[in-house]
């Protein structure tokens, strides 16, 4: 197949003006040059191996402006079509979601086009070989009534089907006339015979209350468009005479098309498609229409999948308030409708896939209705895989240097370098537009929030600058008088290197003597080279006495090991796995470059009583204290409690070698939690040191002791506007533990092992809260679950962490921070007080205007953290970062960052997701993302049709991250498996850094069974949806949460013996939670890609192995992000309609 570039068909009077000019150029005056964009439609759609029904003219209409001449947006032609809407209650404002009072008609002008019409420009990857003339191109159209075609089903909008649907790529030559239907699709016309300029075809007719035709007279609609010869008119209903088609078609040279029928400038359109809808011809449909095509009532026949995955219907939409899975809809006769059968999956959005037959597929009936009617491509849809892959193709071999203003840097997913030129490097902190607005009602008006993502112990790449340690003596960091903020390289020196002016409040202090330093002929130090807080945007100070408490210089910290040994802990086998792993644990903690470790440890053991272990090294044999009134908790050892673990090897060593038969008869089922948290705050403070509690825990804790917590797991709440009240935590006993937690400079780690109800959402607020982190391990097995606990307790021993932590974000005179999102404590409205905080944390903050910007004057900001490290050592670390500013719309749209947005946006929605229900967190979502596109195309496009989409190219994925967000567990309302884990997962998004969130949002899927054993590393992910997944095929998907490995029925012979040692994809083991070590090329490739992604994320990832047509199945389906989710979610064509409908309300 062949593409040929058009020549001299532009929308200046048939001229093309160079490449270089149309993407500034502007078709009205006043309007501002463009910003790159994306826009989807005016493009036929895939029909066999051409892109030209048969019949069609090779040479392109006269309107046809190739995407590579054009200002690459992309035009997603849906004539006057509203795309199709989220399910809604009659009860919900009108304008907003649904549709209305006026039905699918409202709105309509001319004829309806497909909304599966798209072009692609240069900005889109073209799946088509370029520079081959368009008449060499294969052609094919299958005509109506031809077996294999769905009745009136023909390619339509999503939800929409008759005539509605069936704008196919109208003829470019003479018109071809079909035969009246066969005698299963009554009410079915042909296409209208040609004739004399004004002669209408016959109107369609057939049964109201059915999929086909619309009625006769209907008002407001014309009948599907056929570009026939000079003097042919678009066939209209009766009832209409003198209607025609839109404008804007016209023909190639040497074609003339419809007398007077030019399109409006700037329009431009692909072959086959027709112009912009007509204006004033609206009517809102008679009361017949309802359960006809385009209902959300309405059910198309079921689409066959990849791999023999099938579901519910692509042309349907479920009535309001049920948009779930086999809902039982009006539905053309013999067409299949209803839940998918058992062990099947989700439909993929798009065409069958090549190489299988729809009748061959297991669960599907053989005949014409049986294969699917053409649908929208996701293929010419943003895609994640395409712009990932693109930007480590631009990007990942350059240097990104950070004094570049205006311009994002690469996305996280990208391996890039980074030169530090005066602004952090953006694994610190990365913010959602790198240029801001000037006053806050420009950005109200653009709706992205202004936010800043702080990580601000991340790790770098080795090759990048680290950080400097700078050490100012007693007096301690420079800072300014006023604001207090530190000496950054946007300091400006003044009078002769006596004053510097503060670039955060604008006011001038003296230099120090000991900083004072001469100017050169630029107004810079001549000791700039030497000064590391001046060159660098990242540096660490040594803080002094007067950043400690008390004035007194930290011992380094302590970890203190408290395990559950009640029956519950037992009969999981905590303690035995403890026991044999501690010491290698151990070995693991931080260590100084002399190979010392600073660190003390000490160990506890509970039930219902806490025992302290004395294990001192110049004792004989180690030592246990029991206290049982837990009700005033002390420390009963005052030396020996904490030790060094160089110094007290062998007696640890003797410790856990009797532990296990210590309590191997321990009958105690009650078990406490709050009082095993209080006492290790108490012994951390008996030291005076800072430190970390690791605690093991296996039930609730219940019973009349402190913290005990009741079993308030009501499933008649779930999936209720009452649901949320099981999100809260009970009672305030742990969130006032909780604030002497910080106090004392205490965090804590609780590895919840458990089986049942423990009430998650009270634990991980507490330990949320102090800065810790929640590991939650649900129906807990030894055989499936010992690695990841082992796996996550060595990751907290041995990473980065900063301990008694205070962090002050600061911004430029006009702006200031308002919210904070993340796994933190406030006691005001400037400090983030932390117990600890690690390297993989990080902290979402919203910036608000004060007062107006000066455009063209930085924006400062400046996020400093206090702590103590693992040595002892009091540091104080800076970032800093500088953003433009500009009044233009396309300025700001032109440097958003979508990592940080929709990192923004998730821990956002995890923290209101506990005061608002699902549907209302959905909405909002939705609404918000609505907005910001009918912003850019109010503000930064040219005048299009109403039936294009226009996305922004920095903001193209946001409708499918907005999409897939709203599907995470996290929010899905019932939970999909129980609350505590959905609980858990909204903890884990609390504080999530970039890396880990958006491969959260949109998880990566890898095809396995192609696998080359020559090559090294993780092969190329393909796109989370159906349509990517062959029954011949092995795959596997991971979202940093879980990584599942799934198995088609299909898959190769050699494959399943190579990787899991049987005969046959029908006789793997799904209940193994590993991959069988086998001798052979492939299962140590295919275990080296597990490995390796696995050490790419900072927690461990529960594996499981599915097949096709297991139950097993159902989580691998649900991480498919593309397909329809839980509840009423979408897919993402659905959502990308809804979303278009929702611009298109917003800008009327």
């Known amino acids: 197949m062949s593409y040929q570039q058009p020549m001299n068909f532009g929308v200046y009077g048939g001229h093309q003006p160079p490449v270089s000019q149309v993407a500034g150029m502007s078709l009205q005056p006043n309007v501002p040059p463009q910003v790159p964009s994306t826009s989807y439609g005016n493009q036929p759609p895939p029909n066999g191996p051409g892109y030209f029904p048969e019949g069609a003219s090779s040479q392109p209409p006269a309107s046809f402006h190739h995407p590579t001449h054009a200002s690459s947006q992309h035009q997603f032609m849906a004539g006057s079509m509203p795309p199709v809407g989220m399910a809604k209650s009659q009860e919900q404002a009108p304008g907003y979601g649904g549709f209305g009072g006026g039905g699918l008609s409202q709105g309509m002008t001319g004829p309806l086009l497909n909304i599966e019409q798209m072009p692609i420009s240069s900005t889109a990857r073209i799946r088509q070989p370029v520079g081959t003339a368009p008449s060499a191109m294969k052609m094919h159209q299958q005509p109506i009534g031809t077996p294999g075609m769905t009745g009136p089903l023909l390619s339509g909008p999503t939800g929409l089907t008759g005539p509605l649907a069936m704008i196919g790529p109208p003829s470019m030559g003479p018109p071809r006339i079909t035969g009246p239907p066969p005698s299963g699709n009554t009410g079915i016309p042909g296409p209208p015979p040609s004739g004399p300029t ?109 791999s023999g995955i099938t579901g519910p219907s692509q042309s349907r939409m479920a009535p309001p308030g049920n948009y779930g899975y086999g809902h039982q809809g009006y539905a053309q006769p013999g067409t299949h409708h209803g839940p998918p059968p058992a062990g099947q999956g989700f439909p993929p959005h798009g065409m069958t896939p090549s190489g299988f037959s729809p009748t061959a597929l297991p669960g599907q009936a053989a005949g014409p209705m049986a294969q699917a009617p053409r649908k929208v491509d996701p293929d010419q849809m943003p895609s994640p895989v395409d712009v990932i892959e693109g930007d480590r193709e631009s990007r990942g071999s350059t240097v990104y240097s950070t004094a570049t203003r205006g311009i994002p840097p690469p996305l996280v997913s990208t391996d890039f370098t980074v030169e530090d030129n005066g602004c952090c490097n953006p694994r610190y902190m990365r913010t959602t537009m790198y240029t801001v607005p000037c006053s806050n009602d420009l950005l109200a008006s653009i709706k992205i929030p202004l936010g800043l993502i702080v990580q601000p112990l991340a790790n770098v790449k080795r090759t990048e600058q680290q950080l400097l340690l700078v050490d100012h003596g007693q007096d301690g960091p420079i800072r300014c008088r006023r604001c207090k903020a530190y000496m950054n390289p946007f300091t400006r020196f003044l009078d002769g290197g006596r004053q510097f002016y503060c670039p955060f409040c604008q006011f001038s202090s003296e230099v120090p003597p000991e900083f004072f330093c001469h100017l050169d002929h630029q107004g810079r130090r001549t000791d700039i080279m030497q000064r590391p807080e001046l060159l660098y945007g990242s540096v660490e100070y040594v ?110 060593e003797t410790l856990f070698s009797q532990l296990p038969s210590m309590f191997a008869n321990n009958k105690e089922s009650k078990v406490i939690l709050g009082p095993v948290v209080k006492a290790g705050i108490e012994a951390l403070k008996a030291a005076g040191r800072a430190g970390k509690l690791f605690i093991f825990h296996s039930a609730l804790s219940t019973g009349d002791v402190p913290g005990a917590l009741k079993k ?31 106090q004392s400079g205490v965090s804590v780690e609780i590895f919840m092992c458990a089986d049942s109800y423990t009430d998650v959402a009270t634990i991980g607020h507490f330990t ?267 795959y596997l998907i991971e979202d940093g949460i879980e990584m599942v490995i799934w198995i088609g029925e299909l898959a190769p012979i050699e494959f399943v013996m190579s990787v899991f040692g049987v005969n046959s994809p029908r006789e793997v083991n799904v209940e193994s939670m590993k991959l069988p070590v086998m001798d052979n090329p492939l299962s140590v490739r295919v275990r080296g890609i597990v490995d390796m992604i696995k050490q790419q994320r900072c927690n461990s990832m529960k594996f499981s192995i599915s097949k096709q047509k297991d139950k097993s199945e159902i989580l691998f389906r649900r991480l498919l992000k593309e397909e329809q989710g839980p509840g009423d979610n979408m897919n993402y064509i659905e959502y990308l309609c809804h979303i278009h409908k929702e611009i298109r309300n917003i800008l009327s």
């Open 198 to 306: 004004g002669i209408t075809g016959p109107p369609p007719t057939g049964p109201t209350r059915m999929t086909g035709p619309m009625p006769v007279g209907q008002p407001g609609m014309t009948g599907p468009p056929h570009n026939g010869p000079s003097g042919m008119t678009i066939p209209q209903p009766t009832g209409h005479p003198g209607m025609t088609g839109p404008p804007g078609m016209t023909g190639p040279p040497g074609m003339t098309g419809p007398p007077g029928m030019t399109g409006p400038p700037g329009m431009t359109g692909l072959p086959g498609m027709t112009g912009p809808p007509s204006s004033g011809l609206t009517a809102p449909p008679p009361p017949s229409q309802l359960g006809m095509a385009g209902h959300p009532s309405m059910r198309g026949p079921p689409f066959t999948g990849a």
């Open 768 to 1034: 949320s809260t102090v800065g810790g982190q929640l590991h939650y391990y649900p129906q807990f097995r030894i055989a499936s679950d010992a690695d990841r606990l082992l796996h996550d307790l060595s990751n907290s021993v041995a990473r980065q962490t900063g301990f008694d932590a205070v962090m002050r974000v600061r911004a430029s005179t006009g702006l200031r921070p308002t919210a904070f999102f993340g796994a933190l404590y406030m006691q005001n409205t400037t400090d983030i007080e932390l117990g600890s905080i690690d390297c993989d944390k990080a902290i979402a903050v919203e910036i608000k205007h004060d007062d107006k910007l000066k455009e063209g004057e930085e924006a400062c900001f400046q996020a400093a953290l206090l702590y103590t490290n693992v040595f002892g050592q009091r540091r104080l670390r800076t970032h800093n970062l500088a953003l433009s500013t500009s009044n233009g719309y396309g300025d700001i749209f032109r440097s958003c960052e979508i990592n940080a947005l929709m990192n923004f946006f998730s821990k956002s929605i995890a923290s209101m997701i506990t005061s608002m229900n699902y549907k209302a967190v959905q909405e909002t979502l939705t609404k918000q993302c609505s907005i910001i596109l009918s912003c850019y195309r109010k503000h930064c496009s040219t005048p299009q049709s109403a039936g294009q989409l226009i996305l922004p190219e920095t903001l193209k994925l946001l409708p499918i991250y907005c999409n897939t967000l709203l599907k995470s567990a996290a929010f899905c309302s019932p939970p999909l498996r129980s609350i505590d884990n959905k609980c858990w997962l909204l903890f884990q998004l609390k504080s999530m850094n970039l890396s880990a969130s958006s491969i959260c949002i949109y998880p990566r899927l890898f095809p396995l069974h192609n696998l080359n054993v020559e090559e090294s590393g993780i092969p190329a992910m393909v796109r989370c949806m159906a349509k990517s997944v062959q029954q011949n095929g092995v």
């Open 712 to 742: 308030r797991e009501d499933t008649k709440l779930l999936g209720t506007d009452k649901e949320k009240s099981l999100l809260l935590p009970q009672g305030s006993y742990y969130s006032k533990l909780a604030e002497e937690c910080v």
């Open 543 to 652: 803080a002094t006495k007067d950043y400690c408490k008390e004035s007194k210089l930290p011992k380094p910290p302590a970890y203190i090991f408290m395990i559950d040994v009640s029956v519950h802990g037992l009969h999981h086998g905590l303690l035995n796995l403890l026991s044999h792993h501690m010491i290698q644990i151990l070995e693991k903690l931080p260590r100084d470059e002399e190979g010392k470790c600073p660190l003390q440890v000490g160990f506890v053991t509970y039930d219902k009583a806490l025992h302290f272990y004395n294990v001192l090294g110049s004792l004989a044999q180690p030592q246990m204290m029991v206290l049982t009134d837990v009700e005033e908790v002390f420390v009963p050892i005052v030396e020996g409690f904490l030790v060094f673990v160089d110094e007290s090897r062998p007696m640890l």
